[in-house]
């Protein structure tokens, strides 16, 4: 049935080919050779299987066989040659095709990203590849040890797990600056839960962020900028959670919206711990584990590997120092966004 299906133009002239070789002996020559790689990439580019393609050579060949005395490895070397030079015109053309859908797929994500293209003209490329743009999306961001593209094992890896977990759901899988991306429609938190449980192992334990589901065209970007900005408060808070939330992570874009108020909040409170032997930093990672504990000396004391007494002792001392008691809740909130902030800022190793 398929052989019926194709088209007799893909097959010209190649009786009168195989017919000619088979009389003389000779070779294929290279216009004849050209002219089979041409007609494999038309059959490529009019979306033709290879299978039957070549199954229509072979019977073609069956039709055409020299009926006049010859030896017959002429005519199955013709065969060969013409069925070859056709693959490698079909080949070509489906490499071309797969560059050319892989051009047009990351400058459909780089626009999409960087919201540099016509937001109505986005939504309709957008189709192409699955996403409607008129619904809210959310973007999970992974971040591993080494850089991924595309092509890399990883994001294929992923991309296997998730479309045998969800199948054909809408969602988008890339790579962007080195980091793999994943967008899906706003209402389906699993997809994004489950890829980041993938992305995690598969990254030997990157992290991952997962931003907010936001309306629109234009969501997607918001969402995969919430997604990098809770990557870089991460590493900038040490936090060790190997999943976060940007919903989880409001609270910072706010203490530092205003970073000069942020910077004299630092300054004024923690300031005095620098005239401390040893400078602030150890005063400062005793606040950080104290207030990381829940309050709790015993546990703090754990983290720092010191013991409860030492860890006390230090707790005086900030407060000497400092005129502000970590144990009492008026001192404490001023305190810890002092904290905060200093992370943030990285003090007291940058001036602010």
Aim: hydrophobic share 45%; net charge negative.
């Amino acid at each position: 049935m398929a052989e019926r299906e194709i088209p007799e133009q893909y097959l010209s002239g190649y009786a009168e080919i195989l017919a000619e070789v088979s009389a003389t002996g000779r070779r294929l020559t290279r216009d004849e050779l050209a002219s089979r790689r041409a007609l494999g990439e038309l059959a490529a580019e009019a979306g033709h299987g290879l299978r039957a393609l070549v199954s229509a050579h072979l019977t073609a060949a069956r039709t055409a066989w020299p009926r006049t005395p010859g030896p017959a490895d002429d005519a199955l070397a013709a065969v060969h040659q013409a069925v070859d030079a056709f693959a490698e015109g079909y080949e070509r053309a489906q490499l071309l095709a797969v560059r050319q859908e892989e051009a047009a797929r990351r400058e459909f994500i780089d626009d999409l990203l960087y919201g540099r293209s016509d937001l109505g003209r986005l939504a309709e490329r957008a189709e192409r590849f699955g996403l409607r743009l008129s619904h809210a999306h959310a973007v999970a961001v992974a971040q591993g040890p080494d850089a991924y593209d595309e092509g890399a094992p990883v994001p294929r890896q992923v991309e296997r797990a998730l479309i045998a977990r969800f199948g054909d759901r809408s969602v988008l899988l890339t790579t962007k600056d080195g980091r793999l991306l994943c967008i899906a429609p706003g209402n389906q938190d699993e997809v994004l839960t489950y890829f980041a449980k993938q992305a995690h192992a598969a990254t030997d334990g990157g992290r991952v962020a997962i931003g907010r589901p936001q309306p629109g065209p234009g969501g997607v970007v918001q969402s995969y900028e919430e997604a990098l900005n809770a990557l870089e408060l991460a590493e900038r808070l040490g936090l060790d959670e190997p999943v976060l939330h940007a919903a989880d992570l409001l609270v910072y874009p706010v203490l530092t919206r205003d970073r000069q108020a942020m910077a004299d909040l630092v300054v004024v409170t923690l300031g005095p711990l620098t005239t401390a032997r040893g400078g602030a930093q150890p005063l400062l990672d005793t606040l950080t584990a104290y207030f990381d504990s829940g309050c709790v000396a015993a546990e703090a004391a754990r983290r720092l590997t010191l013991s409860v007494r030492a860890l006390t002792y230090r707790l005086e001392r900030i407060r000497k120092l400092t005129g502000a008691n970590p144990a009492d809740p008026a001192h404490r909130y001023m305190l810890q966004t002092a904290v905060i902030g200093a992370r943030l800022l990285d003090w007291p190793a940058q001036e602010i």
